[in-house]
């Protein structure tokens, strides 16, 4: 079992850029698979990316290609999310997951999830 603490949201101008981070507790989380999704108001809990155990293999929204990036630091228990040239639609609620195998896109392939962190993109 995983627990997961995200950090790093906050208030941002439009243009600027985040590095959210998802810190995993116990020795257990390099074996596990992440994901990060977000969720503005009134809209559905949206896939953004997802990174192997190893950290070998990346995945991505087509949506999101090009202004996010994925990753991790087994060392420290700790995966990432960069943000670069936010947007005001990238505001939302933004979840990291975590799983044993699945690095796919539904919410619900994940079984364990972070409380989520706030990004809010002012134009």
């Known amino acids: 079992q995983v627990q997961l603490v995200e950090s790093g949201g906050g208030l941002v101008q439009t243009g600027g850029s985040l590095r959210l981070s998802c810190a995993g507790s116990?020795?257990?989380?390099?074996?596990?698979?992440m994901g990060w999704f977000r969720q503005a108001p009134g809209k559905e809990r949206e896939f953004v990316a997802a990174i192997s155990w190893s950290g070998g293999s990346t995945y991505y929204a087509d949506s999101m290609k090009g202004r996010f990036t994925i990753s991790r630091d087994n060392a420290k228990n700790t995966g990432y999310l960069q943000i670069d040239s936010l947007k005001p639609e990238d505001t939302a609620v933004y979840y990291c997951?975590?799983?044993?195998?699945?690095?796919?896109?539904?919410?619900?392939?994940?079984?364990?999830w972070g409380q989520g962190t706030q990004v809010t993109v002012s134009s």
């Open positions: 997951a975590a799983d044993k195998e699945y690095t796919g896109t539904s919410r619900y392939g994940y079984d364990y």
């Open positions: 116990g020795r257990t989380f390099s074996s596990y698979t």
